[in-house]
């Protein structure tokens, strides 16, 4: 294919942030230019066939959406979308601006077609991410686009002020999602995944779940994203927890801290199997009502299938369209069907 060349030739040579951010201003130049917008979303975001499925009160195009991370600041959901994305996961955004971590802080695995990110929530903030998410939400385009809202601490918050800092976000930006994760398991924020704990996790969760209602005057659908990492029970007991507080579900998995690739979290193909084993039991605690959204290392449509087929609602990805190009999501959702 003609992106694997580039991406061979020209697009590995790049410093990894750097390719982002400009692959990021184009993606946010589509979206903005109604034309443009509407030409690639003909081409390359042709929905799904077949019957679409409903979740969150939202009839979506198809299954697989982009996972946080990559949007980070809530500049490119129109773009994204236009390219074939049934749904956009935007954030994490945090209470407070901040830089992240000091760079390099992305790193590419390319024998493995993997990413190690040790970004740290680098963004500008809820109340930035709410204000461009308002302006979207004003528009007819803006207003059919399903999106997600990540919220995670902010790094200068010490874990005793975690439910008010969660809290700041989640009152931002509920006006304005379909649905709030609350991320409790990056791996680039000392202590934060400390906080999947129950007894930590239990007052966030609530209070989440209450101000964003508040906030957005209606139940805004929250869910909780889980690592990888973690044991068997403590996925079952947040799972049971989820259940416990009525939240909408269980986002599985974040990125992973088990590979020799130094600092940050690994995502991509080698974390597939284990966020199937996750998707596994997170479904076999929820039961068959609440939304399971399956990520990690998902490179295609049999990844996909094999997300759903193990309990999965939906599926979002990242790493595979860094490699993969703005064709890919489009023609993974068609392939669903």
Do not use: C
Not at 192 to 204: F, S, Y
Not at 297 to 310: H, Q, T
């Amino acid at each position: 294919m003609l992106y694997d060349l580039l991406f061979r030739t020209v697009l590995s040579r790049v410093d990894p942030e750097r390719a982002h951010h400009g692959a990021a201003r184009l993606i946010a130049l589509a979206g903005r230019v109604p034309p443009l917008r509407g030409a690639l979303a003909a081409t390359l975001g042709r929905p799904a066939p077949g019957e679409r499925p409903v979740v969150f009160g939202r009839r979506l195009p198809g299954r697989l959406g982009l996972a946080a991370g990559f949007d980070k600041d809530a500049t490119m959901a129109a773009g994204l979308a236009a390219l074939g994305f049934a749904f956009v996961e935007v954030g994490t955004v945090t209470a407070h601006p901040q830089p992240g971590n000091p760079r390099p802080r992305l790193q590419r695995v390319t024998a493995q077609r993997a990413l190690v990110n040790r970004m740290g929530f680098n963004n500008q903030g809820a109340a930035a991410a709410a204000r461009r998410l308002a302006r979207l939400r004003r528009t007819a385009a803006g207003r059919r686009l399903v999106i997600g809202a990540n919220i995670g601490k902010s790094k200068v918050t010490p874990p005793a002020d975690a439910v008010a800092d969660y809290v700041t976000s989640a009152r931002a930006v509920a006006p304005y999602a379909d649905y709030l994760v609350v991320n409790v398991s990056s791996p680039n924020t000392p202590g934060l995944r400390d906080l999947q704990a129950t007894e930590a996790l239990r007052p966030i969760l609530a209070a989440v779940v209450e101000q964003a209602a508040y906030a957005a005057g209606r139940d805004v659908p929250v869910l909780v994203k889980i690592a990888p990492d973690l044991a068997d029970d403590d996925v079952e007991a947040v799972a049971r927890l989820a259940l416990e507080l009525d939240l909408a579900g269980v986002v599985a998995t974040n990125t992973t801290i088990a590979h020799d690739h130094g600092a940050g979290g690994l995502s991509g193909p080698p974390l597939h199997a284990r966020a199937l084993e996750v998707v596994r039991r997170v479904r076999t605690v929820l039961g068959p009502d609440r939304v399971v959204i399956g990520v990690g290392g998902i490179s295609g449509v049999e990844d996909a299938r094999a997300m759903i087929d193990a309990g999965a609602t939906l599926v979002q990805a990242y790493t595979a369209f860094v490699y993969a190009g703005a064709t890919w999501p489009g023609r993974v959702n068609r392939a669903l069907g």
